[in-house]
C-alpha cells in the first residue's frame, strides 16, 4: 500500500545524523531551552528573512501567542479562511476574540482577499491568512488590506514551511509568520514543535514573555504594554533568585524542547532539496494526470509551491478512494467540514451555502501520495490508477 505520508523513510535518509544530534542533547542534560533552541531560532529566522524566531510548543500555541503578542485581547474579531485545520479558528477564541470566517478561492484553496474585505467592521483588529496546503495566500493584496484598515496580519505557515511568494518566504511577509513541525510537515520534528516569526521587536519579546509562564523582564516589558504604563527594567532586582520565578503577566508553558531543535537543526539544511523534490513530483503528477474527471491543483502567479499535500478534486470523491485503495494507494481528505459548518462554532450563526468554494473544497478534494521518498514506481502507479478512473 503506498501511503500518503511517511515518516520513517525520511528518518532512514539521515538516520545517523538525527542519532547522534539526539544523543548529544540527551548527553547535555539540559532539555529545556538553551543553546539547541537559541541555534535554531537564529538558523530557522535567517532561513525565512526574519529578524527573530520564537520557539514554542506547537503551533497552534504559536498562533494563540502571536494574536496576544499583535494585541487581540476579548471581544475583537479575527477574520480567517473557513477552510483550515481547527487550529487556526481555535487559536482565536483561545485568545478570546472571535472568528470571522471568509471564503476561500475555488481554484488554489487559500483565502479570498475579496471576501476579507467584506467581513471588516469596527470590532476587525487582525487577519490569519492560511498558505494551505504548501501554497501561499495572496499576502500583497491582504496586506493591502490590512493596511488599509489598521488590522494586524499573522500568517498561519503550518503547511507552508520554505513555500515563497513573490520571492519572500512563507511567515515573513505579515506582523508574524506562525510554523508547526508536527513530524509529517515539510520540516518536521520528532514530536511537537512550532515557531513564532517576526520582525517586530515588540512582539517578539513579548512572544518570549508569554512562552515561559510570563515570567522575567520579557514580561515586564509586556506588563508595561498591556497595561500602558512605563516600566524600568534597570530598576528590577531579583535578589540573585532566577529570573523565571517572577511572573508579570498571564503566560503558557510552551517552550521548543531543546531535543525537538537539535533534530530540527539537522534537518534543516534538508528543507530545500526535500521541498524541490516534492515540486518534481507535483510536476509529475501534473504531466502524468490526464484524466479530465480529476481537477489537479492551481499554482497562483507568483507562488513558488511546495506541495505539503497534493490535493485533487473529483465529483464522486468517496468512490473514488475506494477505487485507489483497491489499487494499493492510500488518499486522505483534508478538510471535510469547514469551519461554519463544525458543530464548535454552531453560536456564529453560520449556516450551509454561506461559504460556496470551501464547501466545495470540503466535499470533492482529497490528497494524493506526496512526501519527497516515493519511489518511481510509487509515482508512477498513482499517475496510472488516477488516470483509469471513469467516475465523470
Same mark, same amino acid.
Given at each position: 500500500?503506498?501511503?500518503?505520508? %511517511? ?15 539526539? @544523543?548529544?542533547? @540527551? ?39 502571536? @494574536? ?288 460556496? %468554494? ?35
Amino acid at each position: 500500500m503506498i501511503p500518503v505520508m %511517511n515518516v520513517t523513510r525520511q528518518y532512514k535518509s539521515i538516520r545517523k545524523e538525527l542519532d547522534a544530534a539526539a @544523543l548529544e542533547v @540527551l548527553h547535555s542534560g539540559q532539555y529545556i531551552l538553551g543553546k539547541p533552541v537559541e541555534e535554531f531560532e537564529r538558523a530557522f529566522a535567517e532561513y525565512c528573512g526574519v529578524k527573530y524566531a520564537v520557539g514554542v510548543g506547537n503551533g497552534s500555541d504559536a498562533l494563540v501567542i502571536a @494574536l496576544k503578542a499583535c494585541g487581540i485581547k476579548q471581544g475583537d474579531e479575527v477574520i480567517t479562511t473557513d477552510m483550515s485545520f481547527i487550529a487556526t479558528a481555535e487559536a482565536i477564541v483561545a485568545a478570546g476574540a472571535v472568528p470571522v470566517f471568509a471564503d476561500c478561492r475555488k481554484d488554489t484553496y487559500v483565502i479570498d482577499p475579496a471576501e476579507i474585505e467584506k467581513k471588516i467592521t469596527g470590532k476587525t483588529k487582525a487577519v490569519i491568512a492560511v498558505h494551505l496546503y504548501g501554497q501561499c495566500a495572496d499576502m500583497d493584496e491582504i496586506n493591502r488590506i490590512a493596511k488599509a484598515h489598521g488590522l494586524k496580519v499573522i500568517e498561519d505557515t503550518a503547511q507552508a514551511a520554505g513555500a515563497e511568494y513573490k520571492g519572500r518566504k512563507a511567515g515573513s511577509m505579515g506582523d508574524a509568520g506562525c510554523v508547526s513541525f508536527f513530524p509529517t510537515k515539510n520540516l518536521g520534528c520528532a514530536g511537537d514543535g512550532g515557531m513564532i516569526l517576526t520582525d517586530d521587536e515588540s512582539i517578539y519579546r513579548q512572544c518570549r514573555a508569554m512562552r515561559a509562564h510570563g515570567s522575567g523582564l520579557d514580561a515586564l516589558y509586556t506588563y508595561g504594554i498591556q497595561n500602558h504604563v512605563e516600566v524600568s527594567e534597570e530598576a528590577v532586582d531579583f535578589g540573585g533568585n532566577l529570573p523565571k520565578y517572577f511572573n508579570f503577566i498571564d503566560g503558557y508553558n510552551s517552550r521548543l524542547d531543546a531535543l525537538q531543535a537539535g533534530i530540527l537543526q539537522v534537518k534543516l539544511p534538508y528543507l530545500d532539496s526535500w521541498n524541490e523534490r516534492r515540486r518534481k513530483i507535483a510536476g509529475e503528477y501534473d504531466e502524468g494526470i490526464t484524466n479530465p474527471a480529476v481537477c489537479k491543483p492551481v499554482t497562483a502567479e507568483g507562488n513558488r509551491h511546495i506541495y505539503y499535500v497534493y490535493a485533487v478534486a473529483v465529483k464522486r470523491r468517496d468512490e473514488f478512494r475506494r477505487y485507489l485503495e483497491e489499487r494499493g494507494i492510500k488518499s486522505g481528505v483534508y478538510f471535510p467540514v469547514p469551519f461554519h459548518e463544525q458543530k464548535v462554532f454552531e453560536k456564529l450563526g453560520y449556516k450551509h451555502g454561506d461559504f460556496p %468554494n470551501a464547501e466545495y473544497v470540503a466535499e470533492h478534494t482529497l490528497v494524493l501520495p506526496m512526501f519527497p521518498e516515493l519511489t518511481q514506481e510509487e509515482i508512477d502507479q498513482v499517475i496510472e490508477a488516477v488516470n483509469g478512473w471513469e467516475g465523470c
